[in-house]
């Protein structure tokens, strides 16, 4: 079967102010799990959550506006770090009604910072020609010490044949191969909101090696590309979107 490769990366971050110290909410610790808290990796002292909020942000459909429909029918496959913002609501339902998608649908949570990379695994087994893949990071536990976290979305075209990037590996762990360029970050999309901006600066050419490095508290993953033809790749920021974060190296 032809590598699966990358020809349209949509992009958007938004810095979100819902968050309040668990330390305010009598009675909250007592009821998060202690294994999601040391997933969060961050001390109890300055950590926050997100308090639900009623408003039309949503990142995610906005990098699929800004993918924009595809000319046939193909699936969908929505990748969330976490939990739902909103428990009582089915959001993968919602997003397919509002967009009008018209191919198949699957959805993806709690995969944590694994979301943006070893999902690729996933991906490279279910993708028999083309599909479109949506990565969203909407964290429910925030570092008081880091500043307003964000929520962020990444949308992919992702086909097999010739393509403007060819994934080359990806897996659980630290990388098993090197990259001429290197991307790291904490979240899901981090690490591919640095790609984007190196990309929008000209940074990356053709031949070039590129490793997408996310590293969480207890699980990190990676991803490899090759940059195949970059002028053929559309890259796309969608209404809110903006770089923040991550590294290069």
């Not at 496959?77 to 967009?99: E, W």
């Not at 959805?107 to 695994?121: I, K, M, Q, R, Y």
């Not at 098993?176 to 909101?193: I, K, Q, S, V, Y």
């Not at 031949?207 to 590293?215: E, M, P, S, Y």
Request: aromatic content about 6%.
């Amino acid at each position: 079967m032809p590598d699966l490769g990358i020809d349209t990366i949509a992009f958007a971050a938004a810095r979100r102010e819902e968050y309040v110290p668990l330390s305010s909410l009598p009675g909250a610790a007592d009821l998060v799990p202690p294994e999601r808290l040391a997933a969060a990796g961050i001390p109890l002292s300055r950590l926050m959550v997100r308090i639900p909020e009623d408003d039309d942000v949503d990142v995610t459909a906005q990098v699929l506006a800004a993918l924009g429909p595809p000319v046939v029918p193909q699936p969908l496959f929505f990748v969330r770090s976490g939990p739902l913002r909103d428990p009582n609501v089915a959001a993968l339902a919602g997003l397919v009604h509002r967009s009008g998608w018209a191919g198949e649908d699957v959805g993806l949570s709690h995969l944590d910072e694994l979301g943006g990379t070893a999902v690729f695994g996933l991906l490279e087994w279910a993708v028999e020609s083309e599909a479109t893949a949506v990565i969203c990071d909407e964290p429910l536990f925030a570092d008081a010490a880091a500043g307003h976290p964000r929520f962020a979305a990444v949308g992919l075209r992702v086909r097999r044949g010739a393509s403007a990037l060819t994934v080359s590996g990806c897996g659980e762990g630290k990388p098993a191969l090197t990259g001429g360029h290197r991307f790291t970050g904490r979240g899901p999309c981090d690490a591919w909101l640095a790609f984007c901006a190196a990309l929008a600066e000209g940074v990356v050419a053709d031949g070039d090696r590129v490793l997408l490095h996310t590293r969480g508290p207890l699980r990190e993953g990676w991803l490899s590309l090759r940059a195949v033809d970059v002028t053929a790749l559309r890259l796309v920021p969608a209404a809110t979107a903006s770089l923040l974060g991550g590294r290069s190296g």
